[in-house]
């Protein structure tokens, strides 16, 4: 009885730890860690997706820390954080005028950044 009792208190214990994790917790450091990341740098490479004539987003949960970037070669696979969120923005003028900075996909490509899509997580609610 005494080892019941003992194994009931231990399984709660363990089942509140295994919740998720308070305002302050890992996951909100790393969110800040995203967001001041992000700050600095652009969501999207030199390459644009041709049907577009500029980068697009390919939204992931918003819960995903790394993605993977597919080479073809030896040890060319990356896997890389995940800093950008997602947010409707204006992608400005450049990439409809007649100047697009942006680098037409490659006859035969040899990375997936050359494809034009890059990954970028989903807004939270």
Same mark, same amino acid.
């Given at each position: 009885? &005494?080892? !019941?009792? !003992? #194994?009931?208190?231990?399984?709660? !214990?363990?089942?509140?730890?295994?919740? @998720?994790?308070?305002?302050?917790?890992?996951?909100?450091?790393?969110?800040? &860690?995203?967001?001041?990341?992000? @700050?600095?740098?652009?969501?999207?490479?030199?390459?644009?997706?041709?049907? @577009?004539?500029?980068?697009?987003? #390919?939204?992931?949960?918003?819960?995903?820390?790394?993605?993977?970037?597919?080479?073809?070669?030896?040890?060319?696979?990356?896997?890389?954080?995940?800093?950008?969120?997602?947010?409707?923005?204006?992608?400005?003028?450049?990439?409809?005028?007649?100047?697009?900075?942006?680098?037409?996909?490659?006859?035969?490509?040899?990375?997936?950044?050359?494809?034009?899509?890059?990954?970028?997580?989903?807004?939270?609610?």
């Amino acid at each position: 009885m &005494k080892h !019941i009792l !003992i #194994l009931t208190a231990v399984a709660g !214990i363990v089942s509140m730890l295994a919740t @998720d994790a308070p305002a302050g917790g890992p996951r909100a450091k790393a969110a800040r &860690k995203a967001a001041y990341f992000a @700050d600095g740098h652009p969501w999207n490479g030199n390459y644009a997706y041709t049907q @577009d004539g500029g980068p697009v987003a #390919l939204v992931t949960p918003p819960n995903a820390d790394f993605t993977t970037a597919w080479g073809w070669g030896v040890t060319s696979t990356e896997v890389r954080p995940l800093w950008h969120q997602y947010h409707r923005a204006d992608p400005g003028p450049a990439m409809f005028g007649e100047y697009n900075p942006y680098l037409p996909t490659p006859l035969y490509p040899s990375h997936t950044d050359q494809f034009g899509v890059y990954p970028v997580r989903a807004p939270w609610r």
